[in-house]
Each structure stands twice: as structure tokens, then as C-alpha cells.
């Protein structure tokens, strides 16, 4: 047994490529999908088969010069609405798989928006197959009767390829068909999946020509995509175990009500610097329908959810390897080569991105915010890559591409290298709410077309002769030809009835004649000759009758054979027609088969958009829940706040009552007083008139006029007692120089008499005297808390110069905040004048210059005292 030969993937012949090597820039395709109704508004038009123009809606800006901009975009080829599956495919991907079969490899990926068809254009619907069943229908057509059988091909999982004998590969085969428990891929010999069926029509089938006919050719498939920057293997089984766990969708097994979460893959190096997912499936297929059947398995667990703009938005990036690994067959064209340096690997690598989107437009939250986050910095990766190497191509910069950033870029790192074509599907909805995104998307379109990638190199031919396989399955065919022919070997050619034969036959007698006398040895050989004679007679007369007979036998067979021929012509009539029933049955039971598949794939799409109804149902019930438990706080604290605002507008309004009618009561009272000390002042003058006149003729006797009597101030006493603990103002009448008048701030309550140091000493008769006081310099807390009345005693100069004392008194009350305020209530003014200030009272007294004296402390304080609006002293802290 020889050892198993590991072939390698193929990459390009250096790491250090000389600067005449060929380039190709990156294939960019642009794909406009239909709009979703016809009265939506369009913003792009297709002016060529290679040129777009992009029109900014009626409701974006207007430039400049006042007309909308409008852009334009080229691309290697545009398919408008009107194309179909088939012409995409024929111009994008069937290049691709025609490098495949000729040991190339390729990548292919669609990029744009959320709900721009880029998962319909990779993977179709029923009735219109996208590029990748396509791709595999075109593949297994061509490469179809040159396959090698199961197994002679082996991953060896470190992203290169065993090639095992026939021996080997057979118990291989075994060994998987003996273990029950290890699910089987299905046979290619099983009738095709109507899903599949429905995709690709009969007409529609391609193959490629150049096919080295002189090479086995094996197909493996895998599977995988990156989700939040973490890669999954779609096609991974769940874990061992006895009870079966189920699949969630996205990809979560769920086990006794308990989640088992999917493993991350890593990416790793091979020893040929390219770029695998270490520890991925890889599944071998035999026909399209097995190969579509395992995509399908895997697109089962792929995360999907519902958007605002798409109700199946994927929520992952999706990559689709299809491995071909190849040998070419020994001189004689019967068995592969047993040669790893002639065992090739290419691979075409199918990418469905996930569309870019905004936040804004989807109104993503929690797991939906998280992964639309993770899919736009992986896309923006992408872009950061392709402009460094556009950079470091245009200008000759050397700068490091940050490959590692993203999943995505790190994987497929060697394609931009040099390893493959790179083609590129922008896919575009043309309406006009998805402008802003589209015209990112056309930019980077447009750089990308920029950036050029190496051309991947030919890979050597084999020395051994063409046409080993025709060579060798010809003369097999003429083998089997000469053996039917024949039917068996002929009687004449049989050395074992020749024998007998012969030994049936008289022995030959010696024949040697030594003496030319000798009659003796002549007649014994006549004699002999004879019986021989006599024998073949007699075996010819008996091959005659049995002849005979046989024939007989024959003719009596041939005519029972044509009796049942003809009950077997009647027989064969009628199980035609019942083939015919039968067959008209298996169409009716294939067609019933065919739909009740399809239903099951809608039940399935229903199923899943049912419970992401209802999930979306549960969520709108909680936020319509909580948003009516906020209102109803709202409500209920509205209405607190309107009976509170109605209780504060009442207390203003009474207070403001209250204070109006205080202030008009204080203004009367103040201008009955001003009106009482004018005509006071009046007949004063007019008493001093009539004494200068009385004194200088000397007929009317001199006396004192008597004083206009003030208006009644009874109101104004009821008021003073509401507003003040000030005693009520003495009677109309003047006093006569009393020797002491007690001040209008004594009382009963308690006082905080404050004195400020500042003021000066009068060392007047009459001083104000306040019993039951606290004397203070500074008001303090502690004093202001134990008295009920404050009085502050405040000192000015006069317009006369003189000094003039004024008693500013108030009321002391409790604030919310603990602390103490002070109201002020009225004003008493204590003025002092001197004797030789005035000439005319010295000219008008007749000896008693004291007793004419205006004693102006007694006799005016109530004139000179006015009621002001209180406010309250703020505590010190």
C-alpha cells in the first residue's frame, strides 16, 4: 500500500513577484433591481450598458447654480431590471467556473444595501436560480463522467488534499456505510430536489468544452458565515448526544431547555501562506442536487431577522467554498496517478455580504443595533483596504493593508494578492429613500474598479501522452465486443475435447521403414488407417442423427417459442398499459411530491415570518404597555400638579388681596396725614400772623390759637393695632414740655432693639425706651428666635443738618426652612433742633422762648411715621 500523496491549493509561484506580471482590475458589475411599486420615485437611470446616472430626489437640496446634481458612474457592465438569471450568470460567472476546472481560483461577491437583492442574485428563487446553483449545475455537468469515486480524495484538514488508493478509499466507503448513526449525504443516483429542479430549466443547462478528459475530478463544499466577526461553520452538526438536541434558527442547538452555543472557527496559515478556516466541513458531492441539498442545510441556519426595510435582512456575511481537487490518471488511463506534485486544488469562494444600513431608517435596538454595527465596521474594513492598495498602486506607496480588522478582508487577504479573479455584483434599489446609501456605494464601486490584481499563473501540464482515458476505455470496448461475438469459446479451440478425441481413436502403429522389403509395416498402417476410417464413419453417421434430432428438436422448439411469443406479445400489450398507468401515476406522485416540497419550503418561510411576527407583536405590546403605564403617571401627575397650582393661585390671590388693600389703607392713611400737617403748618402760620399784627398795634389781646383739630384717625388706629405693637399716637392736644415720652415700639412683646455701632450718642432728654429687649450690635439667629418684634435704630443727617433718628420696626416669624425672617411694618422718626437755628421762633416768643419751642419729637412722630412694604431679612448662615 502506498502512502496517501497531500496535494496543495494553488497559489502563485513566489511571495516576491517581479513588476512585469500581468494585472487585471477587479471585475465590477452593477446590478438595478425593479422598484417595489410603481408610484415610488426613482433615482437612477440606466444611460448605457456600461453607464449610470444617479438623481437626487425632489426633496435633497438644491446646489449651487440651483439645479440638482445628478452623477454618473461606469461600470465593466450593467443589468437593468429586465435582466434575467441566466445573462448575469453567462457574463460574471461563468468565466469563473471555467478557470475553476482549469485549476484557478475565484471570488465572487455582491455588495450594497439592506433590500437591494444581493442574496436573490446569489441564490434565486424557484423558477429563477441564482449564480450559485448555476455555478454548480454548469460545474458537475462538465466534470460529471470524469469524477472519481468517493473518498480516493481527502481533506487532510490543514487546507490541503490526501489522494488515497483504491484500497483505501473502498474501505473508507465501508466503514461510512456501515455506521447507521453517521447521517449520509444523499446519493446522486436519488431523483433530483423539485426545488432545485424548479430553478435551473432543462433549456437553460451549460457545460464547459475544455474539460481534460485525462484527469479524476472531486468536488468538496463548505459553508460558513462570519457574524459579528466571529465565523461559524453552517454545515457543523450539533454534539453527540442520546437525545437529539434541535436546531433554533440562527444557527443554536437547544437541549433539554438549555442553549448550546455554536464554536467560532479561527483562521489560520497554511505552509503556502494562504488563508483557511481551520476545523470546517468540508462536505464531498457527486451532483448538483446533493451539492444544492447541503447549501440548503446550511442556509436553514443562517441568521436572518426582521427590519424596518427588509423582512428577511441578512444578518451575516455568507461564504460558499466549492473545492475542486484534481489528478491526472497513470500512462494507462485507468487509475489516478499516485503523484503529489501533480494533485491541484482550486477554489471558488460564492460571498453573500450583508447589506450596509443606517440605524436611523431601521430603528434597530439590542441584538439588531449590535449586528447592524458589526456589519457596517466590517464593510467599512473593506472599503480601508481597498484604498490602500489603490493607494500603493497609483503612488508607489508601501503602506501595510489592515487586512486583520475584519474577518471578511483577513480571509480573503490572498485573493487581492494575486491568488484569483475578483469580481464584484453592486446591487442598487433604485428608489429614491435609499439615496445617501447608494451613492456610498457607487463611490465605493468606483474606487474599487481601480484597484488591479495580479493574474493568477497557468499551471504545468503533465508529461504523460493526451488521450489515456479514450485510449483505454477503447480498447475495453473492443474486448467486451470480441466476447459477446464469441459467446464462449469455440469446440475446435478446446484442447481438452481435442484431447479426447483423439484418445477415442485407434493407436497409430510405428512407421519407420528400415528395410525397403518390409510390406509388413505398410499393411499394419492401411489397417489402422482403415479402422480410423471405419470410426469417423461411424461418428459422422451419429453426429449426422443427433444432428438430426436437434434439429427436430429445434423446429419443435421454435414452434412452442412462437406460441409463446405471441402470449408473451399479448402479455408485454397488456403490462404496456399498465406501465403506462403506472407511469402516468409516478408523474401524478412526483408532481404531488413536487408541490407538497414546495409547500413545506412556504410553510417553512411562513413559519419563520410568522414568529418573527409575533415576536415583533410581543415587543410593540410591551412598548404600548409601558408607553400607557407612562401616560397614566403623566396623567395623574398633571392632575397632582393642577390641584397643586390651584391650591398656590388661590394662597396668592388672597395674599395679593390682602396686600392690595393693606397698601390703600397705607396710602390713605398716609395722605389723611400729609393733608392734617399742611393745615397744621397753615395755622401755625396764620396764629403767627395774627401775633406779629397783635403785638404792633396792640388792640387784640395775645393768645394762643388753638389747634385745628385732626381728623378722626379711628381707622387708622384700628389698622396701627393689625399692624404693629406700637401704642396708639397721644391725643390732638400739644404737650407742654413733658419731662419723658416713651417711644411708640413699647409694648408688651418682646424686642430686638438693634443698635448699630456706628451710630452716635445725642445725649437728647427723651430717648426711646423698649422694655423687655435684647440689645444687639449685629442681629444675630439666636436672638431674632426668642423675640417676636425687631426695631432698627438708623441715623441720618437732615436737610437742615441736623441729625435725625428713625425707628424702622417689623415683625419677627418662622420660615419652611427653619429659620428666622423679619417683616417690616412702619417708620418712626425722633428729630432733634437747636434754639438758635431759627430767628423766627426767637422773634415770636414773648419770654418763653422754650415753651414756644416746637418740641418737634412729640408732636410729630405720627405725621412723620409711614407704613412700607415688608420684606423678610435673610439669615445669616
Not at 467560532?264 to 442536487?289: F, P, W
Not at 446550511?298 to 444578518?315: F, P, V, W
Request: with cysteine.
Amino acid at each position: 500500500m502506498q502512502r496517501p500523496n497531500k496535494g496543495k491549493t494553488p497559489r502563485r509561484p513566489g511571495p516576491k513577484k517581479a513588476s512585469n506580471i500581468d494585472k487585471d482590475p477587479v471585475g465590477v458589475y452593477c446590478r438595478i433591481r425593479p422598484l417595489g411599486a410603481e408610484d415610488e420615485e426613482c433615482c437612477v437611470e440606466m444611460i448605457s450598458s456600461s453607464t449610470i446616472q444617479l438623481h437626487a430626489p425632489d426633496g435633497l437640496k438644491a446646489n449651487r447654480n440651483g439645479e440638482y446634481k445628478e452623477t454618473q458612474y461606469s461600470f465593466k457592465k450593467v443589468f437593468g431590471i429586465n435582466t434575467t438569471q441566466m445573462e448575469l450568470f453567462e457574463d460574471v460567472a461563468k468565466p469563473l467556473i471555467e478557470d475553476l476546472i482549469h485549476c484557478k481560483n475565484g471570488l465572487l461577491f455582491t455588495y450594497g444595501v439592506t433590500g437591494s437583492g444581493k442574496t436573490f442574485t446569489m441564490t434565486g428563487s424557484p423558477g429563477e436560480g441564482g449564480l450559485l446553483p448555476r455555478s454548480l449545475d454548469m460545474l458537475f455537468n462538465s466534470i460529471g463522467p470524469f469524477q472519481a469515486k468517493r473518498f480516493v480524495f481527502k481533506p487532510d484538514e490543514k487546507n490541503g488534499m490526501e489522494i488515497q488508493d483504491q484500497v483505501d478509499a473502498l474501505l473508507e466507503r465501508q466503514k461510512r456505510d456501515s455506521q447507521q448513526s453517521v447521517p449520509k449525504t444523499p446519493s446522486s443516483r436519488q431523483r433530483p430536489d423539485p426545488e432545485f429542479a424548479d430553478m435551473i430549466s432543462t433549456e437553460e443547462a451549460c457545460k464547459s468544452e475544455n474539460v481534460d478528459e485525462d484527469c479524476c475530478y472531486s468536488v468538496f463544499v463548505s459553508y460558513i458565515e462570519i457574524y459579528n466577526n466571529y465565523i461559524y461553520d453552517l454545515l457543523e452538526d450539533a454534539p453527540f448526544d442520546p437525545i437529539r438536541p434541535k436546531w433554533l434558527g440562527g444557527g443554536t442547538p437547544v437541549r433539554n431547555n438549555e442553549f448550546i452555543a455554536p464554536q467560532s472557527k479561527i483562521l489560520r496559515e497554511d505552509q503556502n501562506h494562504n488563508m483557511y478556516v481551520a476545523g470546517c466541513t468540508e462536505v464531498e458531492v457527486k451532483s448538483t442536487e446533493e451539492a444544492f441539498e447541503v447549501f440548503w442545510k446550511g442556509q436553514k441556519k443562517r441568521r436572518i431577522a426582521n427590519t424596518e426595510l427588509n423582512r428577511e435582512s441578512s444578518r451575516s456575511h455568507s461564504v460558499f467554498t466549492v473545492k475542486l481537487a484534481q489528478a491526472p490518471l497513470d500512462a494507462d488511463g485507468d487509475h489516478i496517478l499516485q503523484d503529489k506534485n501533480q494533485v491541484n486544488v482550486s477554489q471558488l469562494c460564492l460571498v453573500d455580504l450583508a447589506g450596509s444600513e443606517r440605524t436611523s431608517r431601521t430603528r434597530a435596538e439590542g441584538n439588531r443595533l449590535r449586528e447592524a454595527g458589526n456589519i457596517n465596521q466590517s464593510l467599512m474594513t473593506l472599503r480601508t483596504c481597498m484604498e490602500v492598495l489603490r493607494e500603493n498602486q497609483m503612488c508607489g506607496t508601501n503602506k501595510m493593508v489592515p487586512y486583520r480588522d475584519s474577518k471578511v478582508t483577513h480571509l480573503f487577504k490572498n485573493y487581492f494578492d494575486g491568488e484569483g479573479k475578483v469580481r464584484m455584483i453592486v446591487c442598487v434599489n433604485p428608489k429614491a429613500d435609499d439615496y445617501d446609501e447608494t451613492m456610498l456605494v457607487m463611490r465605493f464601486a468606483e474606487m474599487t474598479q481601480e484597484v488591479e490584481v495580479a493574474r493568477p499563473v497557468d499551471r504545468p501540464i503533465c508529461g504523460l501522452a493526451a488521450g489515456r482515458r479514450h485510449r483505454n476505455r477503447a480498447f475495453k470496448d473492443e474486448l467486451s465486443r470480441r466476447l459477446e461475438e464469441r459467446g464462449g469459446p469455440s469446440n475446435a479451440d478446446d484442447p481438452a475435447l481435442l484431447s479426447q478425441l483423439i484418445e477415442s481413436l485407434p493407436a497409430m502403429p510405428r512407421c519407420e521403414l528400415v528395410d525397403p522389403a518390409d510390406d509388413q509395416t505398410l499393411s499394419r498402417l492401411i489397417e489402422v488407417l482403415e479402422r480410423r476410417q471405419r470410426v469417423r464413419n461411424m461418428m459422422t453417421e451419429q453426429f449426422n442423427k443427433t444432428a438430426n434430432t436437434l434439429k427436430s428438436m429445434l423446429q419443435q422448439f421454435d414452434s412452442q417459442l412462437s406460441a409463446k411469443d405471441t402470449f408473451l406479445h399479448d402479455q408485454r400489450s397488456k403490462l404496456s398499459e399498465r406501465d403506462r398507468v403506472i407511469m402516468s401515476q409516478k408523474a401524478e406522485l412526483e408532481r404531488l411530491e413536487k408541490k407538497s416540497k414546495t409547500l413545506e419550503y412556504k410553510i417553512d418561510i411562513l413559519q419563520k415570518t410568522t414568529g418573527m411576527y409575533e415576536q415583533d407583536k410581543r415587543s410593540l405590546q410591551q412598548e404600548l404597555e409601558t408607553r400607557e403605564q407612562r401616560l397614566q403617571r403623566e396623567l395623574s401627575e398633571r392632575r397632582r400638579m393642577e390641584h397643586r397650582m390651584q391650591g398656590i393661585v388661590t394662597d396668592t390671590k388672597l395674599k395679593w388681596e390682602k396686600e392690595c388693600e393693606r397698601r390703600v389703607n397705607a396710602k390713605q392713611l398716609e395722605m389723611q396725614n400729609k393733608l392734617w400737617v399742611k393745615d397744621e403748618k397753615l395755622k401755625q402760620l396764620k396764629a403767627i400772623v395774627t401775633e406779629s399784627g397783635g403785638g404792633g398795634g396792640g388792640v387784640f389781646p395775645t393768645e394762643r390759637p388753638e389747634k385745628p383739630e385732626r381728623p378722626s384717625r379711628e381707622r387708622d388706629r384700628n389698622y396701627g393695632q393689625k399692624r404693629s405693637a406700637s401704642p396708639s399716637p397721644l391725643p390732638t392736644a400739644p404737650p407742654v414740655h413733658p419731662t419723658h415720652r416713651r417711644s411708640h415700639s413699647a409694648g408688651g412683646e418682646k424686642w430686638v432693639d438693634h443698635k448699630p455701632a456706628s451710630n452716635l450718642d445725642l445725649d437728647t432728654v427723651m430717648q426711646p425706651i423698649i422694655p423687655n429687649a435684647i440689645k444687639v450690635s449685629t442681629p444675630n439667629e439666636k436672638a431674632l428666635s426668642k423675640c417676636h418684634k425687631y426695631v432698627l435704630r438708623h441715623q441720618e443727617l437732615a436737610s437742615d443738618g441736623e441729625i435725625e433718628t428713625k425707628l424702622i420696626k417689623g415683625n419677627v416669624f418662622k420660615t419652611r426652612g427653619g429659620g428666622q425672617a423679619v417683616q417690616f411694618t412702619d417708620i418712626e422718626t425722633l428729630k432733634q433742633e437747636c434754639a438758635a437755628a431759627s430767628s423766627r421762633k426767637r422773634r415770636s416768643g414773648s419770654g418763653e422762648g422754650p415753651a414756644h419751642m416746637e418740641d418737634v419729637e412729640n408732636r410729630a412722630p405720627v405725621a412723620n411715621t409711614s407704613t412700607v412694604l415688608g420684606y423678610p431679612k435673610r439669615r445669616k448662615p
